[in-house]
């Protein structure tokens, strides 16, 4: 596609739900990046695909969150028993190889809202 | 553990006036530098990228320097308008050696609002 996809754009649950955000990258990018923003913050790294491979996954807070990008394209951030402080906006980014490497396209994010 | 912080967090100033933004950061030993601009509900737009090499790159009225032994970055907007009202982050990219990847440190953002 033409920039960075990500859906749903809001989410709203109830803490201790299962929630799974998505981020489809510009076509023939093989970078995959999520990060996580809390209101008044900067984004914060969680982790980095590379092809379908996890390449960095240093910056998930815990156990609870998990990413998949099974077929190298799109991906999907997951989080279980979600708790409050979970609540930021998820923005995804994808980037090319070589020396397209460091220039993120990021998408609009995903507004999670745990109750 | 790199720690970027970004002075003001708030700015306010009217129509045409030139204004400098603050970065730095605490290791010096970075691969590139970067200022984005956050709109409310979207996602970052790059506005310029530095090079660790470089002193400082211009785009339009936007310019941004590089001090890397101090561990600082400026950017600095001329002639501001009102449509440049956003948040504008500074990030780097570490130096760990080998290739680098985009696993940016962000500053916390400092809001601008020109008004006409």
């Known amino acids: 596609g033409a920039g960075v996809s990500q859906t749903p754009s809001n989410k709203v649950t109830e803490k201790g739900k299962y929630v799974e955000l998505r981020c489809d990258p510009i076509?023939?990018?093989?970078?995959l990046y999520w990060y996580r923003q809390s209101l008044g913050q900067g984004p914060e790294f969680l982790i980095y695909f590379q092809g379908t491979g996890a390449a960095d996954d240093s910056g998930l807070p815990n156990d609870r969150f998990f990413a998949v990008r099974p077929e190298g394209s799109v991906s999907t951030l997951k989080i279980q028993r979600t708790e409050r402080g979970d609540s930021a906006v998820y923005l995804c980014?994808?980037?090319?190889?070589?020396?397209?490497?460091?220039?993120?396209?990021f998408g609009a994010g995903s507004r999670l809202t745990v109750l | 553990k790199q720690e970027v912080t970004q002075i003001p967090a708030a700015l306010s100033v009217p129509e045409g006036e030139n204004l400098v933004l603050n970065c730095s950061f605490t290791?010096?030993?970075?691969?590139?530098l970067q200022w984005f601009r956050q709109d409310p509900g979207k996602g970052l737009t790059s506005l310029l990228l530095i090079q660790s090499s470089q002193r400082e790159q211009t785009s339009g009225r936007l310019n941004a320097s590089l001090d890397k032994s101090s561990g600082r970055s400026t950017l600095y907007i001329a002639a501001s308008q009102p449509g440049d009202s956003a948040t504008y982050l500074c990030a780097v990219i570490r130096a760990a050696g080998g290739t680098s990847y985009g696993k940016l440190t962000f500053g916390q953002g400092t809001i601008l609002t020109v008004h006409p």
């Open positions: 076509s023939g990018h093989t970078a």
């Open positions: 980014a994808s980037s090319s190889r070589g020396t397209g490497a460091n220039v993120l396209t």
């Open positions: 290791d010096s030993a970075i691969y590139n």
